[in-house]
């Protein structure tokens, strides 16, 4: 195991399953909203399924590739296949627990242990978190009111999982720095 200290490598397996659960349940709500007729809102739960799983493996790069144990949690708790307004609820409280009570743990812990891998780890996960749930946010919003969000091209770091909307991807990304060639695209 590359982590030296059991609390940091038992958060960072923690991370890993959740991040990993929310990878799975975002393509398979995305695949509900396009069913309800909400191409934009599939798009988005698509790309930020990407984005979690560039998450997942960063924590389990960080183990050294070892086996999540069966204690992982994942952050929001665990929903079923509802209307899309109603998942798009329970993306809001998953990236909203990862962003004011997960991560800042996770990642002060990881600074006190001098666990600097998995520090930026958790960082890269918070900083995109944060975005996720404006994201997510937004496209509640429209759906509420029986309508697709409005949405331009996603990129999505794959270092990061930095997310971004617009035209092109940005030139570097502003969390880890990686290239705009390397950004995945999910565009219109």
Same mark, same amino acid.
């Given at each position: 195991?590359?982590?030296?200290?059991?609390?940091?490598?038992?958060?960072?397996?923690?991370?890993?399953?959740?991040?990993?659960?929310?990878?799975?349940?975002?393509?398979?709500?995305?695949?509900?909203?396009?069913?309800?007729?909400?191409?934009?809102?599939?798009?988005?739960?698509?790309?930020?399924?990407?984005?979690?799983?560039?998450?997942?493996?960063?924590?389990?790069?960080?183990?050294?590739?070892?086996?999540?144990?069966?204690?992982?949690?994942?952050?929001?708790?665990?929903?079923?296949?509802?209307?899309?307004?109603?998942?798009?609820?329970?993306?809001?409280?998953?990236?909203?627990?990862?962003?004011?009570?997960?991560?800042?743990?996770?990642?002060?812990?990881?600074?006190?242990?001098?666990?600097?891998?998995?520090?930026?780890?958790?960082?890269?996960?918070?900083?995109?978190?944060?975005?996720?749930?404006?994201?997510?946010?937004?496209?509640?919003?429209?759906?509420?009111?029986?309508?697709?969000?409005?949405?331009?091209?996603?990129?999505? $770091? &794959?270092? *990061? @999982?930095?997310?971004? =909307?617009?035209?092109? !991807?940005? /030139?570097? $990304? &502003?969390? *880890? @720095?990686?290239?705009? =060639?390397?950004?995945? !695209?999910? /565009?219109?």
């Amino acid at each position: 195991m590359v982590v030296n200290n059991a609390m940091t490598a038992d958060f960072l397996r923690s991370a890993y399953g959740g991040e990993s659960m929310a990878h799975m349940r975002y393509l398979i709500w995305g695949d509900l909203a396009q069913e309800e007729g909400f191409p934009n809102v599939a798009r988005l739960f698509k790309a930020i399924a990407y984005a979690e799983w560039a998450h997942a493996d960063n924590h389990f790069k960080v183990l050294g590739g070892e086996k999540a144990q069966d204690n992982t949690v994942a952050a929001g708790g665990i929903f079923g296949c509802n209307k899309t307004v109603d998942n798009l609820q329970g993306a809001i409280d998953g990236e909203l627990h990862e962003i004011n009570q997960m991560y800042p743990i996770y990642l002060e812990t990881a600074r006190f242990q001098k666990e600097k891998r998995a520090e930026k780890a958790f960082h890269f996960a918070l900083e995109a978190e944060k975005i996720h749930a404006k994201m997510f946010q937004n496209a509640q919003d429209a759906v509420k009111q029986g309508k697709d969000m409005n949405l331009e091209n996603v990129y999505i $770091c &794959p270092i *990061c @999982g930095y997310t971004y =909307e617009g035209a092109n !991807a940005p /030139e570097v $990304c &502003p969390v *880890c @720095g990686a290239k705009k =060639e390397l950004f995945k !695209a999910f /565009e219109k």
